[in-house]
């Protein structure tokens, strides 16, 4: 492939672009240029070429005969000022590609395309002796299972500069450690190890994402993208139409070249299918994890022997401590299936194993941790800005050290989403734990085995019956006050009242009550009711 904007710059040959047409590949980009005069479609039409101009005769044989461009994308035109726009009016009716010109007089045009072909040679000497010399050693590191850094380090030695290497969503895979790389827009990708939406929507000028999509070779980001940062080229690493990430050259230490860009693609074909390799794998893999949480889960595994046996086939460890985490969304139709990885990393950091499972609709997470206090921090500030973010609820079960015991785990957090799921309003809560939650797993479990009858309150219906008739709010202040700890000035807050009307109506719900309500177990019957007709009636 020839990049003449590249070719003719490195040349130092001065040219000017008069029109970029509707195409959507690299405009400078050719597989073959060949003189007009010679050209006599002997190239396949599959392939990208570009013709030479030079002169009267080749303009007058060009626009006398289109035909000879239907299949050209790009015209070198070597020729003088006098001539050129009457050309240029010409070939706009025939022509649709890149045109650039060269101007010269009659003297220095044979001179200016002879130095181009010469060029174009020498490129392709170099290129055939880097695919004797090097690309066979980047197969051979394919072959014998190298990581992607390993492969990394490999081309940034090739190329005497450094490189970033990215999956399709910008997250970092490796780049090149060694080098010291004062660039801002570097150091932002390396410190929060991805490059930020706000980087890449920066990048895109002149529709750079869609034109390297369609680009046989790397492409130079716009200089307008990141004024006063290193320059840098792009390369797409694709399987078939699928982006599978990206790598960025920056231009540190010597100028990237067109064979640079050549290598640099090199590059991106071997890293494209290392990454199909390693997907294969991490999907076989994390299918044989996804059914494995399931089974202990789910209590299909007997003993901790064969849970163990298991988990050393995959490479699992367990600490001492584990929990289930329950994750679902209060929009039951978004799918969240696809957000569990990034949950698992935000979870990782305080626990030393996460597996996850997802039935289509909840995400359960086993977390394993080795000291019992990492359980109370599992539930934490950076959790409950990702519920508020995302419309999560979670649901946390109590810690067991027993690994069959994680199936009663599994069973807490399923009573608590079903409590919860009776609930007309969950309200700002979204972080839950079973040991605040015990109550409402025992009332469930009572009123659906059709004993209703344990929460039957002549207390409640009273206060009900006062509330519908008189418009008053006993069964609120009362609900409000046990939430409360049964703290006056609490509830008053809370409900925006001054503590003597809190004071007032308790009273009230003394007067109307045959029992006492001051015996702690006649305000424990009370609190049970109301939690059992918030869910249930």
């Not at 040959?13 to 010679?38: C, K, M, S, W």
């Not at 197969?139 to 030695?157: C, D, P, Q, Y």
């Not at 299909?300 to 086939?313: C, V, Y």
């Not at 969950?426 to 839950?432: A, F, I, M, S, V």
Request: net charge negative; aromatic share 10%.
């Amino acid at each position: 492939m020839i990049d003449l904007d590249i070719l003719l710059h490195n040349l130092k040959i001065d040219y000017t672009v008069h029109r970029v047409g509707a195409v959507q590949e690299n405009p400078f980009a050719v597989e073959f240029l060949v003189r007009i005069e010679t050209q006599q479609f002997c190239i396949e039409k599959t392939h990208r070429y570009g013709l030479i101009l030079m002169g009267d005769e080749d303009l007058c044989l060009c626009t006398k005969t289109p035909a000879i461009l239907s299949e050209s994308k790009l015209l070198l035109v070597i020729i003088g000022d006098r001539v050129l726009d009457s050309f240029l009016t010409e070939a706009a009716a025939f022509f649709s590609g890149t045109i650039i010109s060269i101007l010269a007089p009659p003297e220095d045009r044979n001179k200016i395309y002879c130095r181009i072909m010469q060029e174009i040679e020498t490129q392709n000497l170099r290129r055939r002796e880097l695919i004797e010399r090097h690309y066979l050693d980047l197969v051979s590191l394919l072959a014998r299972g190298a990581t992607i850094g390993e492969i990394e380090k490999f081309g940034s030695m090739l190329l005497h500069n450094p490189m970033i290497i990215t999956d399709e969503t910008f997250a970092v895979l490796a780049y090149s450690q060694e080098y010291s790389v004062a660039d801002p827009v570097w150091e932002e990708i390396i410190k929060n190890q991805y490059s930020p939406s706000e980087l890449v929507s920066k990048t895109d000028v002149n529709q750079f994402w869609k034109r390297l999509d369609n680009s046989n070779l790397p492409l130079f980001v716009d200089d307008t993208a990141f004024r006063g940062c290193t320059k840098r080229a792009v390369a797409r690493m694709k399987s078939g139409s699928n982006t599978k990430g990206y790598i960025a050259l920056l231009e540190i230490n010597r100028k990237i070249t067109s064979l640079d860009l050549y290598i640099l693609q090199m590059l991106a074909e071997v890293l494209s299918a290392r990454l199909n390799e390693e997907d294969a794998i991490s999907k076989a893999t994390g299918q044989m994890r996804n059914d494995f949480a399931t089974d202990i889960l789910k209590g299909d595994m007997a003993s901790r022997a064969m849970i163990l046996s298991r988990a050393k086939s995959l490479q699992i460890s367990f600490s001492r401590w584990n929990a289930v985490l329950c994750v679902y969304v209060d929009k039951k139709d978004r799918y969240i299936g696809r957000e569990l990885p990034d949950l698992s990393y935000i979870l990782k950091k305080n626990c030393s194993l996460c597996l996850y499972a997802f039935d289509g609709t909840y995400g359960y997470f086993i977390l394993s941790f080795r000291e019992k206090s990492t359980w109370a921090q599992i539930l934490n500030p950076a959790l409950q800005e990702q519920a508020q973010q995302n419309h999560y609820i979670f649901t946390l079960s109590l810690p067991t050290e027993e690994l069959t015991q994680i199936s009663n785990c599994y069973s807490q957090v399923l009573a608590m989403n079903h409590a919860l799921s009776l609930r007309e309003n969950p309200g700002k809560q979204r972080l839950y734990s079973y040991h605040n939650m015990v109550p409402y797993h025992m009332i469930t479990r009572l009123y659906e085995s059709e004993e209703k009858l344990f929460f039957k309150s002549r207390a409640l219906e009273t206060l009900l019956e006062a509330d519908s008739s008189t418009g008053s709010l006993y069964v609120d202040t009362l609900r409000s006050f046990f939430e409360n700890n049964q703290n006056v000035t609490q509830t008053a807050s809370a409900l925006f009242v001054h503590r003597n009307t809190i004071n007032y109506r308790l009273n009230k719900v003394r007067s109307l009550l045959d029992d006492d309500f001051d015996d702690p177990l006649v305000r424990l019957h009370l609190h049970i009711a109301i939690l059992a007709h918030d869910l249930y009636e």
